[in-house]
């Protein structure tokens, strides 16, 4: 036995026993004396012993509460709290003890000290909250991203507005406070951040850090904006500027991180433009197995379809929606690939759509994270950088969205071929959907831009090709 063990061994022994020990070895020379002064404290200090590691005491002489004492065994090492459960009655005092010692076990098993001063703030909670999704979201065997969105929510919004506030005083009346003030207003947003506050919470419960009765109420009624109405398209003289002065904003950068992430963010800005998808969840979801190639039977020759799994679709019970893309977006994707994976050269769709059906178009697997889009057109970042060359500075990701839209409206597009796409709401545009039209034919908006690849092919489908005939090793 080694000495800590030891030294635990004798704090852990019978009144009895440990008097025995300490008579045999010639400490208590006069035992009498001793055994009376002993006595007399027993009088003054009831102890009742609740099981193996909680036990409750009272002095007498100094006070009517009973206070604990509870033992917390961790991968084998013991911590001792002691601390007063406030109560008079044996039976209360006892039951306050051992919901206390469920809190206690806790916030032990959740990596926290028991000792006073324990950081019981949103921040922290929530930290170790994240800590419990990413867990899901690195396990290759798990398929829903959605731990994703609320993470992205917690530390880009969320732990920003409660920060070091002690999660026992995030109450109803802050709660309205916080969806009063935040900028992510979609009601499918809505709905997210509200999940993701409620993750922390629900962690805090389940680690017995706070009990169930203090999480808060969450507002059923917040106001919705619907960002398709409330930013601005962008006009031709600023859409001139973003896209002419975007290369010396990357070169600006001082890390190849940040490089990194600006120059997949050019692709993904031109993607976004040509195609009107909702900003954020609904190209972020886009996996490469998801683009299908199909014929134009009036030209014969092919153009490509996506399937989003992320953002509104406006029929009931339907889960995706399908869009059809011109050149400029198989393009974009082509280039952000080349960026976000590391290839020296682009590859041709097909190629990334049969190697990489998996990947996700938008994310960097250089960094194997995704890169915050929306972070980087902001006023802190690219607008910023511009902003004294344009002529209306607050532009928003939604810009590109409500840019497309108009542009299909003033070349006199079809309203509902444009509803379907873009899965507006029914107040913008009324909704007929014509999917025997999007399968057979390209449709009006990419007519004069198909995708036609079959000139040439990608550096890597090349070589695959020599490698079967022989021609290569």
Request: aromatic share 10%; net charge positive.
């Amino acid at each position: 036995m080694d000495k800590q063990s030891f030294i635990r061994y004798i704090i852990d022994m019978p009144h009895e026993q440990y008097d025995t020990m300490l008579r045999k070895i010639g400490v208590l020379e006069n035992s009498s004396a001793y055994e009376s002064a002993n006595a007399e404290n027993e009088k003054k200090t009831e102890r009742v012993k609740v099981d193996g590691s909680l036990s409750l005491f009272r002095q007498t002489d100094k006070t009517r509460n009973w206070s604990a004492r509870v033992v917390i065994d961790k991968d084998g090492e013991k911590t001792e709290k002691r601390f007063s459960t406030g109560k008079a009655s044996l039976e209360e005092a006892r039951i306050k003890a051992i919901e206390e010692r469920f809190k206690l076990i806790g916030k032990v098993e959740a990596g926290y000290s028991i000792e006073t001063g324990t950081d019981l703030s949103f921040r922290s909670i929530a930290r170790k909250a994240i800590s419990e999704m990413q867990a899901v979201v690195d396990d290759p065997s798990n398929t829903n991203t959605t731990y994703v969105d609320y993470i992205s929510l917690l530390n880009n919004h969320i732990i920003e507005y409660f920060g070091d506030v002690n999660i026992k005083n995030v109450d109803y009346p802050m709660l309205i406070e916080y969806f009063d003030q935040t900028s992510v207003r979609s009601k499918s947003r809505i709905t997210m951040q509200k999940t993701s506050i409620k993750k922390v919470f629900d962690y805090a419960v389940k680690k017995r850090l706070v009990g169930s009765v203090l999480v808060p109420e969450f507002p059923k009624e917040v106001a919705i904006k619907d960002p398709d109405y409330r930013v601005e398209p962008f006009s031709e003289h600023d859409l001139h500027v973003i896209k002419d002065n975007y290369s010396a904003f990357v070169e600006s950068s001082r890390k190849e991180k940040t490089k990194h992430y600006r120059r997949a963010f050019q692709h993904y800005f031109s993607f976004v433009l040509s195609t009107g998808v909702r900003p954020g969840e609904e190209p972020r979801g886009i996996k490469f197995k998801d683009i299908s190639k199909h014929i134009d039977k009036a030209s014969g020759s092919h153009f490509y379809i996506i399937r989003l799994h992320k953002g509104k679709t406006q029929k009931k019970g339907v889960k995706y929606r399908d869009i059809a893309v011109d050149a400029t977006a198989i393009k974009s994707i082509e280039y952000a690939a080349k960026e976000l994976n590391g290839f020296l050269t682009p590859e041709r769709i097909d190629y990334l759509i049969k190697k990489y059906p998996e990947k996700h178009v938008f994310f960097s697997y250089v960094n194997n994270a995704f890169p915050s889009y929306d972070r980087i057109f902001s006023q802190e970042q690219y607008l910023g950088y511009v902003g004294d060359k344009l002529h209306y500075d607050k532009y928003k990701s939604y810009s590109c969205r409500h840019t497309y839209i108009n542009n299909q409206l003033a070349h006199g597009i079809n309203h509902n071929d444009i509803s379907e796409h873009c899965g507006t709401s029914i107040q913008v545009i009324e909704t007929h959907y014509k999917k025997a039209k999007i399968k057979s034919n390209a449709p009006e908006h990419i007519e004069g831009n198909i995708v036609d690849y079959h000139e040439g092919i990608g550096v890597r489908e090349g070589i695959d090709r020599l490698k079967k005939l022989g021609l290569v090793t």
